[in-house]
Nanobody, 121 residues
């Protein structure tokens, strides 16, 4: 079965760090750009970061650029999102997604179950 299993969410203080992991199985991992969307309370789902496996180029939303880093381990079928300098406005449910090279969340083929990230003092 197709699965994107997320881990690494939790509660962190402002300025702290977390690392999210997304482990994929049941599909051709190497054929998909894997990345992350997030949905904050009262807001729509927005793209956060994406790793293009064709050229290893990365995408970051302006709101996280310089603070978040996406990486990919093809041998482990896993994508990571290192989140540094976390802010309260980063609080959201983070969803792993394939294919993340889309213009709308409606175009994503596979979703992870979501990981809650809460940034609060």
């Amino acid at each position: 079965q197709v699965q994107l299993v997320e881990s690494g969410g939790g509660l962190v203080q402002p300025g702290g760090s977390l690392r999210l992991s997304c482990a994929a199985s049941g599909f051709a991992f190497d054929d998909y750009a894997i990345g992350w969307f997030r949905q904050a309370p009262g807001k729509g789902r927005e793209a956060v970061s994406c790793f293009n496996n064709e050229n290893s180029r990365t995408f970051y939303a302006d709101s996280v650029k310089g603070r978040f880093t996406i990486s990919r381990d093809n041998a482990k079928n896993t994508v990571y999102l290192q989140m540094n300098g976390l802010k309260p406005e980063d609080t959201a449910v983070y969803y792993c997604a394939a294919d993340c090279l889309v213009t709308s969340p409606d175009m994503v083929k596979y979703w992870g179950q979501g990981a809650q990230v809460t940034v609060s003092s």
